[in-house]
Antibody, heavy 122, light 107 residues
Framework: QVQVVESGGGVVQPGRSLRLSCEAS????????MHWVRQAPGKGLEWVAV????????SYADSVKGRFTISRDNSKNTLSLQMNSLRAEDAAVYYC???????????????WGQGSLVTVSS | EIVMTQFPATLSVSPGERATLSCRAS??????LAWHQQKPGQAPRLLIY???TRATGIPDRFSGSGSGTEFTLTISSLQSEDFAVYYC?????????FGGGTKVEIK
């Protein structure tokens, strides 16, 4: 069955960096785009970034552009999110999610991981 | 960006009753609209995409309708496992955006 499992969350000081990973299984990883979506404590969902199936195209929310980098390693079925210059407002549970479409991006998110908690605090 | 507004914020419903949740987009998203369910401490789960197509394994008591700027999620007969927060999400334009959610609670 389709599974995506995030890791790498933790407590980090403002201005520092953190890298999240998402390991995928149960589907052909290199045919699906992948997204990161976050949820601040007690709040709603905010889309963060997307990477196309082949890694050639990426897009970011304005709130993280220039600070976060999404990447993937199709040989390892792994998605990553490098987060630099972290701010208090970046504190959230970060979910990776699969795009429903193969070989393109639809924006429909059909499988989600359990999330990884990032806390930004001095 | 496209702003998604959900109402009501909270819906109190008795088990077995019908629940109707609404979602409005600030501009047309055609039928590029999804509904996700989230239970406390859990990841969201896709229920509906393309405004009205149920995702794999979703029971037929869940149905979606609408197009353009007005959308509805209907749960025909609420089961205990349906009490959760429901989010609409547009995928017509970037950035992807979500509504603020409707919490369906037990009356």
């Amino acid at each position: 069955q389709v599974q995506v499992v995030e890791s790498g969350g933790g407590v980090v000081q403002p201005g520092r960096s953190l890298r999240l990973s998402c390991e995928a299984s149960g589907f052909t990883f290199n045919t699906h785009g992948m997204h990161w979506v976050r949820q601040a404590p007690g709040k709603g969902l905010e889309w963060v970034a997307v990477i196309w199936y082949d890694g050639k195209n990426k897009s970011y929310a304005d709130s993280v552009k220039g600070r976060f980098t999404i990447s993937r390693d199709n040989s390892k079925n792994t998605l990553s999110l490098q987060m630099n210059s972290l701010r208090a407002e970046d504190a959230a549970v970060y979910y990776c999610a699969r795009d429903a479409l193969q070989y393109d991006i639809s924006g429909a998110l059909d499988y989600w991981g359990q999330g990884s908690l990032v806390t930004v605090s001095s | 960006e496209i702003v998604m507004t959900q109402f009501p914020a909270t819906l109190s419903v008795s088990p077995g009753e019908r629940a109707t949740l609404s979602c409005r987009a600030s501009q047309s998203v055609s039928r590029n609209l999804a509904w996700h369910q989230q239970k406390p401490g859990q990841a969201p789960r896709l229920l509906i995409y393309g405004a009205s197509t149920r995702a794999t394994g979703i029971p037929d008591r869940f149905s979606g309708s609408g197009s353009g700027t007005e959308f509805t999620l209907t749960i025909s007969s609420l089961q205990s496992e349906d009490f959760a927060v429901y989010y609409c999400q547009q995928f017509d334009d970037w950035p992807l955006t979500f509504g603020g959610g409707t919490k369906v609670e037990i009356k």
